[in-house]
């Protein structure tokens, strides 16, 4: 396995989206939310997917050019509709437009419609932990995950992310999708050839279903679904994981007026490529509105050591905490590079090929 570095992979990421029509601004945001997934060791939304935004920008579902309409902003609220924009780029927006309204009304909140896909949602939450506030942000997605007791790929793998600042060298981040896995993941097993772990996703007549490619497909086909939090039954909860994903997808679309559900298929109605008209929902909360800021990190760092430091299961070295690995493996990555897989290292070939850019040696 190839590994490049960090400056020379964020540079050519920079490079394709201007290419491809991103101004020189949006470009650098969207790089930068990419390359902080690789950082984080979450490859399947990182690298990894630059040639998603590229097939949407070249098919003309997804805008080059991001233009913002504000239609309400109201105090400490505001709903934007993105249309078909960078999702990176407006993301970034909404949620920093929600720390300065945090910072004057110690609440911020931005719902959003008419996006397209932004990465990881930690990136996010972690622009207000570094502004000393709790950061939460929901999306949702296409149509992937049945509901409890049912077949049908309905629901997105609509993550939900809460950030909080603490004494630790890290914050708490917990940034994790409502369904078992989330899509890129499986995406990412078929860049690597490997099988979809059984457990995590079913056909219409409720058998595992672990063929990878074949997954990938017949999701599209809605010949698939992929299994909430909990599996197929209730008895392991399988309802909970199916009620957060659906309270992500009442925040992503009700408040915004937006789509759902299979109103998120990328399709119109003669089945031709559209817009995916994804929403977002971000939230600020001021500290400082509370409580004392280090007192609050002095505390939330407590909980987390606390965790750390109780008993051990059977076999196990180490507990962790949300944002805790993360934090260790961008070290890792910083000093050793992105890891690039030969399915990935053809994705870039051809980018680099069909654009004429020669700046990363494969």
């Known amino acids: 396995m190839k590994h490049l570095p960090v400056a020379d992979l964020q540079g050519f990421m920079t ?11 949006d470009a650098a945001i969207c790089s930068e939310v990419l390359i902080a997934s690789d950082l984080k060791g979450i490859e399947s939304h990182g690298i990894g ?11 003309g579902i997804q805008n080059p050019l991001t233009k913002i309409d504000v239609l309400r902003n109201k105090y400490a609220t505001a709903v934007w509709d993105g249309n078909h924009g960078m999702g990176h780029v407006i993301a970034k ?3 920093q437009t929600a720390i300065d309204k945090a910072k004057q009304f110690g609440l911020g909140s931005v719902a959003v419609r008419n996006s397209t896909h932004y990465g990881i949602c930690g990136f996010y939450a972690e622009m207000a932990t570094k502004q000393d ?19 049908s790929p309905l629901l997105g793998t609509n993550p939900i992310c809460f950030g909080a600042p603490s004494d630790l060298p890290y914050p708490f981040l917990y940034d994790a999708a409502t369904s078992i896995s989330q899509r890129g993941k499986v995406e990412q097993y078929a860049r690597e050839e490997k099988p979809t772990p059984e457990g995590w996703a079913i056909d219409l007549d409720g058998k595992p279903y672990t063929d990878t490619n074949g997954l990938l497909v017949d999701l599209i086909l809605q010949k698939a679904s992929m299994l909430p939090i909990g599996g197929t039954e209730e008895v392991c909860g399988s309802h909970k994981g199916y009620g957060l994903g659906t309270m992500v997808e009442i925040l992503c679309a009700s408040l915004q007026d937006g789509s759902y559900l299979n109103g998120l298929l990328g399709q119109d109605a003669a089945g031709k490529p559209a817009p995916y008209c994804l929403g977002h929902f971000f939230m600020a909360i001021n500290i400082d509105f509370f409580t004392e800021l280090e007192n609050f990190k002095k505390t939330t760092g407590a909980i987390c050591r606390e965790l750390q430091s109780s008993q051990l299961f059977p076999g196990k070295n180490r507990i962790y905490v949300a944002g805790e690995k993360e934090f260790e493996i961008e070290q890792r990555v910083r000093r050793e590079g992105v890891p690039i897989i030969p399915n990935l290292e053809k994705a870039i070939q051809i980018m680099q090929q069909e654009l004429g850019i020669n700046m990363l040696q494969l």
């Open 15 to 25: 490079e394709v989206f201007t290419r491809i029509g991103v101004p020189a601004g």
């Open 133 to 151: 506030m709790i950061g939460l942000t929901f999306t949702n997605a296409r149509p992937s995950i049945c509901p409890t007791n049912g077949v």
């Open 49 to 59: 997917r630059l040639k998603m935004y590229y097939d949407r920008i070249k098919a």
């Open 93 to 95: 927006k909404a949620m």
